[in-house]
């Protein structure tokens, strides 16, 4: 296994070598496709469809494929009708090298995308979670990056392709999403050098910005409402929570995308240190969003004691029902961390 750039920290020059490699193996092959994780953001979405643009310029045969598809408020992006969910496969892919982009874990893909394989030749996982394990045959990892966009630039950089709109656009969407624009710590100088040739290639900054966060569904505000009712507060203020209920999803129509960010809301209250979303999902299964904002209160970690990952300060987990249950559990876990690390 060649695991190229795998959690470390890379110089420059490291960087620049590892994506040609990777670089080179995409051009080697002539049939790609191009995954990335469940319930899609727009870092997962808008990093793919960059990704496949390039090897569609390139005249590669490019399959994109998503378990959940693009959800609806992300179907403004430049070529998203291409993101295919499985059941849309006429037969079994059968391809030279697939990229699983953005996707902390192999299962993340979802299993129906794994079984509409025939043949997925070389693995290319692409990623900047710190706690991805290097599935792959083939991984770049860089913990650095904010967003998998922005390491698309760096391959398309790296490689000397050109970069048109619709790579500039899913670009932009990617790391906009996954910096909460250009506003999380992860946001790097270097993030703001991608973002300025971005923005010189043209980028209409606040039509992305209105079609990602001004073009919300009214579900999500009732969503809101009945969290907001449901919200509580523990140690000592320095952890919100909230539970969105089966019941809720469904009377409101609530899409999963539509919750998308809300955990902002009580993140932003000045004494919370962390905030975690519970939510009740279809097959009863409690999905845990949780957000840090210290690295002594390393959310990553914690969701890894329940079987998840993701980043110090963002990560996620699935956990067992009833909803009650799992939220107790998880933030006694919580509680235990903030009261050990954090006076
Ligand atoms: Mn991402």
Redesign the pocket.
């Known amino acids: 296994m060649n695991r190229i750039g795998l959690k470390k920290v890379m110089s420059g020059i490291d960087k620049q070598q590892s994506l040609r490699k990777v670089g080179e193996m995409l051009l080697a092959a002539d049939k790609i496709a191009v995954l990335s994780h469940m319930r899609p953001?727009g870092?997962?979405i808008g990093s793919a469809l960059a990704l496949a643009r390039a090897l569609l310029n390139l005249g590669k045969e490019v399959t994109v494929v998503n378990q959940d598809g693009v959800p609806s408020s992300l179907k403004f992006l430049p070529q998203s009708s291409m993101v295919m969910i499985p059941s849309d496969l006429n037969s079994p892919l059968c391809v030279d090298v697939t990229v699983a982009l953005?996707t902390a874990a192999e299962e993340r893909v979802g299993k129906s995308v794994w079984d509409a394989f025939e043949e997925r030749g070389t693995l290319v996982n692409i990623d900047?979670h710190i706690s991805n394990p290097g599935y792959g045959d083939v991984n770049y990892i860089d913990v650095e990056a904010p967003?998998?966009g922005e390491i698309v630039f760096d391959l398309i950089e790296a490689m000397g392709w050109k970069l048109d709109e619709v790579m500039r656009d899913n670009i932009w969407a990617?790391i906009s999403t996954?910096t909460g624009s250009f506003r999380f710590p992860n946001t790097t100088e270097y993030t703001f050098e991608v973002a300025s040739q971005l923005a010189r290639a043209g980028v209409d900054v606040g039509g992305i910005s209105q079609s990602l966060y001004e073009s919300y569904p009214l579900s999500r505000i009732y969503a809101l409402r009945e969290l907001l009712q449901e919200f509580e507060i523990g140690s000592e203020g320095r952890v919100a929570s909230w539970k969105l209920k089966r019941s809720v999803i469904e009377e409101f129509g609530v899409e999963p995308s539509d919750t998308e960010g809300l955990i902002d809301v009580i993140r932003s209250i000045d004494s919370v240190i962390v905030a975690v979303f519970f939510e009740e999902l279809e097959d009863g299964k409690i999905r845990v969003s949780a957000r840090s904002k210290t690295p002594e209160a390393d959310v990553g970690a914690i969701c890894g004691e329940f079987g998840g990952g993701g980043h110090q300060l963002a990560a996620g987990t699935r956990m067992s029902g009833p909803i009650e249950e799992a939220a107790l559990r998880f933030l006694k876990r919580v509680d235990e961390v903030i009261n050990g690390n954090i006076n």
């Open positions: 953001d870092d997962a953005d900047h967003a998998t990617g996954d």
